[in-house]
């Protein structure tokens, strides 16, 4: 949601006839906002360990603004559900998630598919929208392995059904 400059709300006033391309994104959050954060190593080795010795069923991560850097928020034990997953996530603020979700083909076959999930809810501040969504590629390319993507920006847009169309 973008503000008019009379608008009087706390959030941030961004130039409203204008594409927000690099420079604007760089003039109005600083060059951060644009390059992406540092990503903290915590974050690489726990989608390892996801990855390849399943030892979690989800991880959340989050930007910490003041220290410029993406870093392990939440972990999900492997015998925790996807509704314990979408819970973790708060319902008005920017986080990226990990999850593996098991699931079994129409030819019974037993599979995980890696989803990478950018959660930006409708009601969390512009500035936090605007450097999650500069951020993503490169954090995501940190991440080897990643199968599925999805930008949910409510609930329903992440739902269980959605996972299991977008797994198959």
């Not at 941030?12 to 594409?19: D, S």
């Not at 220290?67 to 819970?87: C, I, L, N, R």
């Not at 008005?92 to 890696?114: G, L, M, P």
């Amino acid at each position: 949601m973008l503000h008019s400059a009379n608008d009087t709300t706390n959030e941030e006033t961004l130039p409203i006839n204008q594409p927000l391309d690099s420079s604007s994104l760089n003039k109005y959050f600083g060059a951060n906002a644009a390059s992406g954060m540092a990503v903290h190593d915590d974050c690489k080795l726990k989608f390892l360990e996801l990855k390849a010795k399943r030892t979690y069923r989800f991880i959340v991560y989050k930007i910490e603004e003041k220290q410029k850097q993406v870093v392990v928020e939440k972990v999900g034990e492997p015998t925790q559900s996807y509704e314990d997953f979408t819970a973790s996530l708060p319902a008005d603020e920017c986080r990226y998630a990990v999850y593996d979700f098991d699931f079994v083909t129409e030819e019974n076959c037993q599979k995980s598919k890696i989803f990478f999930i950018a959660w930006s809810p409708d009601t969390s501040r512009v500035r936090s929208k605007m450097i999650y969504a500069s951020s993503k590629d490169r954090f995501k390319r940190e991440l080897d392995g990643i199968q599925v993507e999805l930008q949910a920006t409510d609930p329903t847009e992440m739902g269980l059904d959605v996972i299991r169309s977008r797994a198959s």
